[in-house]
């Protein structure tokens, strides 16, 4: 049994996700906890909501209320959504946790020990208007390198390149749009990640197996342009991890906080912590996850995150990590997504364009979500939602494939031989047939779960439902049943067991369907199958069973219509 940390992209706190959120961090990271915990692994899964920055700020005053309650009531309902979704999180803390301060404020004083962190004077822009410094991203301006009007004071997202505020040419506040700004002298702390270029292109290179699209953005921010930049790490606010403590190893920095950006991956470490807390559980229990030197030499750490994330993950966490000259536990694998559209285009909130997890929510149950969404995950290109694409893969995959087979054996079952599987005949040429093929499909399956391609891996999946309805089609029990009821019986039986071995295999991508299906069966305690030959008798001949409701019901074009139209936005 191996050990497997696990950790999600934390989702910012200033409002509520739209679907390509969920599908580029959360979903895909829950998937694979939940197929590592159906393989008798012992996971850790952990997420969070990040609660610090400028954004939150402004959301809060936004809505009128202090930003501390602002962010305790968005963690309620961001935890809730998660739950609707069915998201495993072992543990969904938050990065204004006093675990993450206290972590934060430890590690930052470990690298300011060991040389990397250091003072330096900067111009920093203050808005008059505002009456506050800006934020990096609160500045926008023209790219003194290609010319667009919409850069932003820490990068342009046209062209890519980085930048300081200073570098804009007619620089204004994105918060109020003013241009009466000042540049005014202040102090800050910076992380000297250049000087670990080399460490970390070695870190990156040894690495087995990462998605191009990881090391490709990593490899960029480490050797384009300028190269890696040593990156300030504090900021002029008033909500954050506060940079003056007891034991910090320099002085002058009251009134500011750490960057939310060097904060919020340490909430990683202080969420496993929250969770110990919460479990009644010393240091030890969360050390053993993150510590090396505690028995984290044996946990294999995967992160999932959107492509925007990647330079902090393979960058500016690690150097936090190995430049405090602890040994802390690295990530052994990073999968990044892509961007998921909406019909072609942005999602908006502004305008009302796509469509947001508490919407979804309630417009189908979460099943159809997880499957639609994992099943076109972004993983070597963007994907495009769509209404129509959406209709026909829980039509034809769920309704007609899963749902399809679940109902025709169980209702044929029951009106020809009782809700309880029939006895009679035997398994032949027809069944080793099926199992043959199965296992094949089950091999690749797992390998594509292995190696987090789980896009493929639906693919097998729905394969692996397909094989039990062709084998059902050609077998055909209702036909047989006239001239041989044992006959029939027999594929009956095999087909029971085919159901339960798809609720068990089912579970990763929609949970609640595997339990409806499992539950059914009276096999809630199945697991993941080792002999594939036993599982396919695991129900005996006598062991009761319920004909589960329509379990995927289908979408009509009306419904499809009013949809697309609905969450068109505006013109």
């Not at 696990?6 to 694979?32: F, M, R, W």
């Not at 994330?309 to 990590?321: C, E, G, I, K």
């Not at 091999?443 to 779960?449: D, F, L, P, R």
Request: glycine share 8%; charged share 25%.
């Amino acid at each position: 049994m191996a050990r497997i940390l696990i950790t999600s992209a934390l989702p910012y706190i200033n409002g509520i996700k739209h679907l390509g959120n969920l599908v580029g961090s959360q979903l895909p990271s829950d998937a694979y906890a939940r197929y590592m915990r159906a393989k008798g692994h012992e996971v850790m899964f952990i997420c969070a909501t990040d609660e610090h920055g400028t954004p939150a700020e402004l959301a809060a005053a936004k809505a009128g209320v202090p930003v501390a309650k602002f962010c305790a009531d968005m963690h309620v309902v961001q935890k809730d959504i998660a739950e609707g979704f069915r998201l495993s999180f072992d543990y969904f803390g938050r990065s204004s946790s006093d675990r993450n301060r206290e972590i934060t404020q430890y590690l930052a004083a470990a690298l300011g020990r060991e040389g990397l962190i250091e003072e330096v004077s900067e111009k920093q822009v203050y808005s008059h208007a505002d009456k506050r410094y800006l934020p990096d991203r609160y500045i926008e301006g023209t790219c003194p390198n290609c010319g667009d009007e919409k850069a932003r004071g820490d990068q342009c997202e046209n062209c890519t390149k980085q930048l300081n505020p200073t570098d804009l040419i007619n620089p204004r506040s994105a918060i109020s749009g003013s241009t009466d700004l000042e540049v005014r002298e202040t102090k800050h702390l910076y992380l000297k990640q250049s000087t670990m270029r080399e460490t970390l292109d070695k870190w990156i290179d040894s690495q087995e197996g990462w998605p191009i699209l990881t090391t490709s953005i990593a490899k960029k921010w480490l050797h384009d342009g300028d190269g890696l930049r040593d990156r300030g790490i504090t900021r002029d606010l008033d909500w954050g991890v506060p940079v003056q403590f007891d034991g910090a190893p320099w002085s002058g920095m009251e009134g500011k906080v750490f960057y939310v950006w060097f904060d919020a991956p340490i909430e990683y470490i202080s969420a496993t912590a929250e969770w110990a807390d919460a479990n009644g559980a010393g240091d030890e229990a969360w050390e053993r996850w993150w510590r090396v030197d505690k028995g984290a030499d044996d946990v294999r750490y995967v992160q999932f995150m959107g492509k925007d994330n990647v330079p902090f993950h393979t960058l500016s966490f690690p150097a936090t990590m190995m430049g405090s000259g602890e040994p802390w536990k690295l990530v052994d694998f990073i999968k990044s997504y892509n961007w998921l559209t909406y019909e072609g285009g942005k999602f908006s909130t502004s305008q009302g364009r796509g469509i947001f997890m508490n919407q979804a929510l309630e417009i189908f149950p979460s099943d159809y979500w997880r499957w639609w969404l994992l099943s076109n995950a972004p993983e070597s290109s963007d994907s495009n939602f769509t209404w129509e694409s959406f209709q026909g893969g829980i039509n034809k995959d769920l309704a007609d494939v899963l749902g399809n087979f679940v109902s025709r054996v169980t209702k044929f079952c029951r009106g020809k031989f009782g809700e309880e599987v029939p006895a009679g005949g035997s398994y032949g040429a027809a069944e080793a047939a099926v199992m043959a093929e199965i296992a094949k499909r089950l091999k690749v399956y797992e390998a594509n779960m292995e190696a987090v391609e789980l896009r493929k891996a639906a693919a097998d999946l729905r394969a692996i439902w397909a094989a039990g309805n062709e084998y059902l089609q050609a077998a055909a029990p209702w036909t047989i049943y006239k001239e041989s009821p044992e006959d029939a019986a027999a594929i009956v039986r095999f087909a029971l067991n085919l159901i339960r071995l798809y609720g068990v295999l089912s579970g990763p991508y929609i949970p609640d369907a595997s339990k409806t299906i499992l539950a059914a069966m009276n096999a809630s305690d199945a697991a993941w199958p080792e002999d594939l030959e036993a599982d396919l008798s695991a129900l005996p001949a006598g062991h009761a069973f319920t004909t589960p409701e329509v379990m995927f019901a289908k979408i009509t074009d009306e419904r499809r219509d009013e949809l697309e139209a609905q969450f068109a936005g505006e013109d």
